[in-house]
């Protein structure tokens, strides 16, 4: 009996239980098409082109709207707007759908026509620039470092890669840009492929668009796009109103093809200049890019003075820079140590010994500092710090600014320099040496510009130098401008001294930065005894190119 009744009320519980879990399975929601469609749609009366829709729907989950036939949508939830500027001068008509989704992917949709009155205006003498006297075809500055760059949306240069003199596939360089306008405003954009319609496509893109394809990461190949991409769009520059302006070509692009929406940011714009940036948007799900172009006019001419090394080098499109404007260690990303005391201290019998330690280098409010001071430290009497960019950033030509405050006493010696990126291989002084700035505590205020080569290097040295009275006291600007005709040495802006580059020099080809404060040695000399400590303050580094 007592058996039973315990089978039985196992058998209740079991009841109660598949019961609950019946009570627990959700209903399924009916599928409903949105209805009620409607877009509200608004002009702007300006003739600028400006259109924005807000559409509406019952049982509706997500909008989508397309602005012009074939382009990609704009999504849009319940409530939004979406804002598009028409880029085509004129009266016309111009139809936009609208396709609203509901459960189980149902959709309905809608077109409505929207007549227009547009007359964008670029001003006589932007439009002269970009467009000429109704046409101008524009070029890749190839014959300039930094005409072709990419970096993070982090920084305004291209930290990642800067392209050398004609370094890119020639496939890229054979495409040329063409603006034209006419008396009606209306303003067109075509972009001229090269041989063979070969574009210099982006590795992404190329396995987007070429799915047998496998090239290696990071490896762009020249591809014939004409069945994917829009070689021809009207254009506009848009003024944002605060100072910067956009290049807009609609669905189109500046020749490479990198996943990049057809505005780019116009970083300069002049008659023998066109310097843009534009931001990639991966499909594969990469970070976003920015990447830099500058263009030259077809027909320019850079020995005549106007932007060659023949001429002025024309050195002002920002290429890297580090403001040190981030406490603690300098940026692992630009600079590496070098520790120790080096191979016969540091091959100039320098009788300090560098470290990575906060008391000897360190950013604090916007300023790296590097202290040498007097102490015992692993057998030596002294302490400082050398940081270098090698293999992290590495240049060839153009105009390098650093602002910096010296340290002072009897044997320091602060130093600013470049070295040959081949110097593991073409040992020095083979590989080339370029100091920006030199000082010795033992000859204060003196400011020495000098360069190294097989033929002349260490005391036998290419030197220049001037006296700069505050060196210590304030921070001042040393700089060079490098071409493949000659270095000058700056303080301030103001030249002081120049010396020749040609092609049987080593100064043809990446160096790299080095920052250090040594103490005595071959130069330095000797060292005050009553020295205890002095500080190198370095405000920011920029290279322009």
Same mark, same amino acid.
């Given at each position: 009996?007592?058996?039973?009744?315990?089978?039985?009320?196992?058998?209740?519980?079991?009841?109660?239980?598949?019961?609950?879990?019946?009570?627990?399975?959700?209903?399924?929601?009916?599928?409903?098409?949105?209805?009620?469609?409607?877009?509200?749609?608004?002009?702007?009366?300006?003739? =600028?082109?400006?259109?924005?829709?807000?559409?509406?729907?019952?049982?509706?989950?997500?909008?989508?709207?397309?602005?012009?036939?074939?382009?990609?949508?704009?999504?849009?939830?319940?409530?939004?707007?979406?804002?598009?500027?028409?880029?085509?001068?004129?009266?016309?008509?111009?139809?936009?759908?609208?396709?609203?989704?509901?459960?189980?992917?149902?959709? =309905?949709?809608?077109?409505?026509?929207?007549?227009?009155?547009?007359?964008?205006?670029?001003?006589?003498?932007?439009?002269?620039?970009?467009?000429?006297?109704?046409?101008?075809?524009?070029?890749?500055?190839?014959?300039?470092?930094?005409?072709?760059?990419?970096?993070?949306?982090?920084?305004?240069?291209?930290?990642?890669?800067?392209? =050398?003199?004609?370094?890119?596939?020639?496939?890229?360089?054979?495409?040329?840009?063409?603006?034209?306008?006419?008396?009606?405003?209306?303003?067109?954009?075509?972009?001229?492929?090269?041989?063979?319609?070969?574009?210099?496509?982006?590795?992404?893109?190329?396995?987007?668009?070429?799915?047998?394809?496998?090239?290696?990461?990071?490896?762009?190949?020249?591809?014939?796009?004409?069945?994917?991409?829009?070689?021809?769009?009207?254009?506009?520059?848009?003024?944002?109103?605060?100072?910067?302006?956009?290049?807009?070509?609609?669905?189109?692009?500046?020749? #490479?093809?990198?996943?990049?929406?057809?505005?780019?940011?116009?970083?300069?714009?002049?008659?023998?200049?066109?310097?843009?940036?534009?931001?990639?948007?991966?499909?594969?799900?990469?970070?976003?890019?920015?990447?830099?172009?500058?263009?030259?006019?077809?027909?320019?001419?850079?020995?005549?003075?106007?932007?060659?090394?023949?001429?002025?080098?024309?050195?002002?499109?920002?290429?890297?820079?580090?403001?040190?404007?981030?406490?603690?260690?300098?940026?692992?990303?630009?600079?590496?140590?070098?520790?120790?005391?080096?191979?016969?201290?540091?091959?100039?019998?320098?009788?300090?010994?560098?470290?990575?330690?906060?008391?000897?280098?360190?950013?604090?409010?916007?300023?790296?500092?590097?202290?040498?001071?007097?102490?015992?430290?692993?057998?030596?009497?002294?302490?400082?710090?050398?940081?270098?960019?090698?293999?992290?950033?590495?240049?060839? #030509?153009?105009?390098?600014?650093?602002?910096?405050?010296?340290?002072?006493?009897?044997?320091?010696?602060?130093?600013?320099?470049?070295?040959?990126?081949?110097? +593991?291989?073409?040992?020095?002084?083979?590989?080339? +040496?370029?100091?920006?700035? +030199?000082?010795?505590?033992?000859?204060?205020?003196?400011?020495?510009?000098?360069?190294?080569?097989?033929?002349?290097?260490?005391?036998?040295?290419?030197?220049?130098?001037?006296?700069?009275?505050?060196?210590?006291? +304030?921070?001042?600007?040393?700089?060079?401008?490098?071409?493949?005709?000659?270095?000058?040495?700056?303080?301030?802006?103001?030249?002081?001294?120049?010396?020749?580059?040609?092609?049987?020099?080593?100064?043809?080809?990446?160096?790299?930065?080095?920052?250090?404060?040594?103490?005595?040695?071959?130069?330095?000399?000797?060292?005050?005894?009553?020295?205890?400590?002095?500080?190198?303050?370095?405000?920011?580094?920029?290279?322009?190119?």
């Amino acid at each position: 009996m007592i058996a039973k009744l315990k089978k039985y009320s196992w058998l209740m519980g079991m009841c109660f239980i598949l019961f609950s879990c019946q009570e627990d399975i959700p209903e399924l929601q009916p599928i409903k098409a949105p209805s009620n469609l409607s877009v509200d749609t608004s002009v702007a009366q300006d003739q =600028s082109g400006n259109v924005t829709v807000t559409p509406s729907a019952e049982n509706v989950l997500t909008f989508q709207v397309f602005f012009n036939p074939g382009a990609d949508p704009v999504i849009l939830n319940p409530g939004d707007s979406a804002s598009f500027r028409y880029t085509r001068s004129g009266q016309y008509v111009q139809p936009i759908t609208v396709v609203a989704y509901g459960t189980g992917g149902i959709s =309905s949709s809608t077109t409505i026509r929207v007549d227009l009155d547009v007359r964008l205006f670029i001003d006589e003498e932007t439009l002269q620039m970009i467009a000429g006297e109704g046409t101008k075809r524009w070029v890749w500055n190839k014959s300039e470092a930094g005409h072709f760059g990419v970096g993070p949306l982090t920084n305004n240069f291209p930290e990642f890669f800067s392209a =050398s003199p004609d370094q890119l596939n020639p496939c890229l360089y054979d495409d040329v840009l063409v603006f034209s306008y006419d008396e009606n405003d209306n303003y067109s954009y075509s972009l001229e492929a090269g041989t063979d319609n070969l574009t210099f496509i982006n590795w992404t893109e190329i396995n987007r668009f070429f799915p047998d394809a496998t090239p290696q990461q990071f490896n762009d190949e020249c591809r014939d796009i004409t069945d994917q991409a829009n070689f021809t769009n009207s254009f506009v520059i848009i003024d944002n109103g605060d100072g910067t302006r956009i290049l807009d070509i609609g669905d189109s692009f500046l020749s #490479y093809f990198a996943v990049i929406p057809g505005q780019y940011e116009i970083m300069e714009l002049s008659e023998n200049k066109l310097s843009v940036r534009g931001t990639s948007q991966p499909f594969n799900g990469d970070d976003p890019l920015y990447w830099y172009h500058t263009f030259v006019p077809e027909d320019f001419d850079p020995d005549a003075g106007n932007g060659g090394n023949g001429g002025d080098n024309n050195f002002d499109t920002l290429v890297f820079s580090d403001e040190f404007d981030v406490d603690g260690a300098p940026d692992p990303s630009v600079w590496n140590y070098d520790l120790g005391t080096g191979d016969n201290g540091w091959g100039n019998n320098e009788s300090q010994y560098y470290t990575d330690r906060p008391e000897n280098i360190i950013v604090e409010n916007g300023v790296l500092k590097i202290t040498a001071q007097a102490e015992s430290f692993m057998g030596s009497e002294y302490t400082s710090a050398r940081i270098q960019s090698y293999q992290k950033y590495e240049f060839q #030509y153009g105009k390098v600014e650093i602002s910096a405050k010296l340290p002072s006493g009897g044997g320091t010696w602060p130093a600013l320099w470049t070295l040959g990126a081949d110097f +593991e291989t073409n040992t020095w002084p083979a590989a080339g +040496e370029i100091d920006i700035m +030199e000082h010795v505590g033992n000859q204060q205020n003196t400011i020495f510009g000098s360069t190294h080569d097989p033929n002349n290097f260490a005391g036998n040295a290419r030197t220049v130098s001037t006296t700069n009275p505050t060196a210590s006291d +304030e921070f001042h600007v040393y700089g060079i401008e490098w071409s493949a005709d000659e270095i000058t040495f700056s303080i301030d802006g103001n030249v002081y001294g120049t010396l020749t580059n040609n092609t049987s020099l080593p100064f043809n080809k990446d160096f790299f930065f080095i920052m250090n404060v040594a103490m005595g040695g071959n130069f330095g000399g000797a060292i005050d005894p009553a020295f205890t400590s002095s500080t190198m303050e370095v405000d920011y580094i920029r290279v322009y190119q």
